[in-house]
């Protein structure tokens, strides 16, 4: 994803995503609400302190672009710079549980709340961009709102990007086919800049044959909310 020149800044949006968030704590194999609210609103909080440059993604993200699902763990995407005092921050009410790599500066470190008990706890991804492509992911952020705080989250053309490069680093998986079923739903977004993503795309093969195949697929069945 070298010479990447297609990039906005973060962009003011009127997208509430407060009910979405609400709705992403319900989970069929438990018989607790799973507090995504909670988790989410601290770790805005946390990133409202610190002033740091960030973007959600993951399910967050693919609920607020209009396509809700299930939330295992909150992901966001945060600039290597101000990682280190974000982390700092979050141990107040965090404690870490994952690391990769183990030392060094990281590039993922799973956070769970001091007090989560069971497998109804939410945990939290912070990620630092490794490549071209994410840190393109963090500079092209949309803005929308939760529960009264401002929330910076990855746009359409960046979710899809990410999750097709998910996908065609490892198709065998269920990992795999969970991204790419993400793709198939945001990929006839009224709002998805198609022309754009193929020229980002059109130097990789393989994301570019992806991108293609994905693109020429049925749409899926049912109502995108």
């Known amino acids: ?23 992403m704590a319900d989970d069929p194999t438990s018989s607790k609400p799973r507090p995504v609210r909670r988790r989410l609103a601290q770790v805005l909080r946390a990133l409202e302190e610190t002033g740091a440059r960030y973007a959600i993604c993951g399910a967050v993200a693919m609920g607020a672009h209009g396509v809700r699902r299930f939330s295992e763990d909150l992901d ?9 005092e974000l982390l700092r921050v979050l141990g107040r009410g965090f404690r870490e549980v994952g690391r990769e790599p183990a030392s060094g500066p990281p590039a993922q470190v799973k956070l769970r709340a001091r007090r989560a008990a069971g497998p109804e706890s939410v945990d939290v991804d912070v990620l630092v961009p490794v490549d071209a492509a994410e840190e393109w992911a963090l500079t092209s952020a949309v803005r929308g709102r939760a529960f009264g705080h401002r ?3 990855v746009s359409l053309e960046a979710l899809v990007l990410l999750k097709l490069r998910a996908f065609v680093s490892d198709p065998e998986s ?11 739903a945001l990929m006839h977004h009224p709002r998805l800049d198609v022309a754009g ?4 795309v059109s130097s990789h093969p393989p994301l570019r ?17």
């Open 76 to 84: 966001v995407l945060v600039d290597a710079a101000d990682v280190t």
């Open 1 to 23: 994803m070298s010479g990447v020149v297609w990039s906005r800044a973060a962009v003011h949006a009127t997208r509430d995503v407060s009910l979405l968030v609400r709705l």
């Open 197 to 200: 993503l193929r020229r980002l």
């Open 151 to 153: 929330l910076d989250m």
């Open 174 to 184: 269920l990992a795999g086919a969970k991204h790419r079923a993400d793709v198939l």
């Open 209 to 225: 044959a992806e991108f293609e195949r994905a693109f020429a697929a049925p749409r899926p069945r049912g109502r995108r909310r």
